[in-house]
């Protein structure tokens, strides 16, 4: 199975900071990523597909990049309803398709 | 606009039986795959099954293969996860989860489910 491999597990930031999550496949992917945004109590919602694709309606202060084994996750400038665990989820060698073990964003 | 609806969870002892459902509308339900996937603390997000449009192609994870039979209705619009032999590690939330492209399978889960609560315990 392919390994996906978060960083930071967590993170704390300021309004108006520029955020950068990074995830990182065991193996080569191409641009079989997605990312996921979970808030407290509820679902995950689709943010990202392929690596750098935005998803219909979610804000473009969000972008994703990367190819290969190495992938990130931008937030431009953060917003506090951004305050979530966000999750990669790579959809190449399957199945089964993996998900890393989340980053949980928190406001400072 | 698309709703997905988790139904039968609940407490159940090792080794019996649960049914799933997910109640699908807002979109042609009959057009996309659909996926199980559960979460819980220990394990985190872990996908579990994926059903293709038509019923005809199933794959699941290692871990519940052989146990949990995942299975769809297109005439009533309804996911359904049959669960059996149930182990103390199924337990979590398990969302049903629409596939983002019609008419394949590309693990891109653009709608989910309010998910419902598994709980396997003696």
């Known amino acids: 199975d392919v390994q996906m491999t978060q960083s930071p597990s967590s993170l704390s930031a300021s309004v108006g900071d520029r955020v950068t999550i990074t995830c990182q496949a065991s193996?080569?992917?191409?641009?079989?990523l997605n990312w996921y945004q979970q808030k407290p109590g509820e679902a995950p919602k689709l943010l990202i597909f392929?690596?750098?694709n935005l998803e219909t309606g979610v804000p473009s202060r969000f972008s994703g990049g990367g190819s290969g084994t190495d992938f990130t996750f931008t937030i431009s400038s953060l917003q506090p309803e951004d305050v979530a665990t966000y999750y990669c989820?790579?959809?190449?060698?399957?199945?089964?398709?993996?998900f890393g073990q989340g980053t949980r964003l928190e406001i400072k | 606009q698309v709703q997905l609806v988790e139904s039968g969870g609940g407490v159940v002892q090792p080794g019996r039986s649960l049914r799933l459902s997910c109640a699908a509308s807002g979109f042609s339900f009959n057009a996309y795959g659909m996926h199980w996937v559960r979460q819980s603390p220990d394990k985190g997000l872990e996908w579990v099954a994926v059903?293709?449009?038509?019923?005809?192609?199933?794959f699941y994870a290692d871990s519940v293969k052989g146990r949990l039979t995942i299975s769809r209705d297109n005439s009533k619009n309804t996911l359904y996860l049959q669960m059996d032999s149930l182990r103390v590690d199924d337990t979590a939330v398990y969302y049903c989860?629409?596939?983002?492209?019609?008419?394949?399978?590309?693990?891109?889960?653009?709608?989910w489910g309010q998910g419902t609560l598994v709980t396997v315990s003696s």
């Open positions: 989860a629409k596939d983002r492209v019609s008419r394949s399978s590309w693990f891109i889960f653009d709608y």
């Open positions: 193996q080569g992917i191409s641009n079989y």
């Open positions: 392929g690596a750098s």
């Open positions: 989820q790579q959809y190449d060698a399957l199945p089964p398709i993996t």
């Open positions: 059903i293709s449009y038509d019923g005809i192609r199933k």
